[in-house]
């Protein structure tokens, strides 16, 4: 992956872009931009809706950088940022109330676009058996793996992201963790974890 936007790099580039500098959003755009992208495609797999909802949200940022405060975590916030909006645009398609959507969506978790960085075919083959195990669990434990082993979210991100107590968190995690226990041998929970934290 390529390398994310450092965390006091990007309060700097906030606090610029609140300011009118118009690169410095553009410089965010560009770092945050595959992290969003995936995160989207996981929510909802149309490339182009995706990608669009991207574009407006930060045409939309741009609009209000005199009016927004700050954020603690820019990526997290823009995380937050981009599932409301893909939410709601869905709500729109589907006819619904966002709020009822929100705890219908479904969540994807994909791991083909990083076999390129695995080398022996054996590793794939468990990647693959990885993937299968995780498809199995809820979406809302789905998500929560995703952000904290691929997005490397905090658990206050995390609760941020999902709207959720960090506690929840915390014990939707160990539910998480149990469940694949359940359906793996000791050595394979030990590459499951070694896997997802070295993505």
Not at 52 to 65: G, Y
Not at 111 to 139: C, G, M, N, S, T
């Amino acid at each position: 992956m390529s390398r994310r936007l450092d965390p006091t790099e990007a309060q700097q580039l906030w606090h610029e872009y609140r300011a009118g500098d118009m690169y410095a959003l553009a410089n965010i755009i560009q770092q945050v931009y595959p992290d969003l992208f995936h995160w989207g495609m996981r929510l909802h797999a149309d490339r182009e809706f995706v990608k669009d909802c991207i574009q407006e949200m930060f045409v939309s940022l741009w609009k209000i950088h005199d009016t927004i405060g700050a954020v603690e975590n820019v990526r997290s916030y823009l995380l937050v940022v981009l599932k409301t909006r893909i939410l709601r645009e869905l709500s729109k398609k589907h006819n619904t109330h966002q709020s009822s959507l929100s705890d219908e969506y479904s969540f994807s978790v994909e791991f083909a676009a990083d076999l390129r960085l695995i080398e022996e075919e054996h590793e794939i083959y468990q990647v693959r058996k990885i993937e299968q195990v995780i498809k199995h669990l809820p979406d809302r434990q789905k998500e929560l793996i995703y952000l904290r082993f691929y997005q490397d979210l905090s658990y206050e991100q995390i609760a941020e992201v999902m709207q959720l107590e960090r506690q929840s968190v915390y014990n939707l995690l160990n539910k998480s963790l149990n469940s694949l226990r359940k359906n793996w041998t000791v050595g394979l929970m030990g590459l499951i974890f070694h896997w997802l934290v070295w993505v």
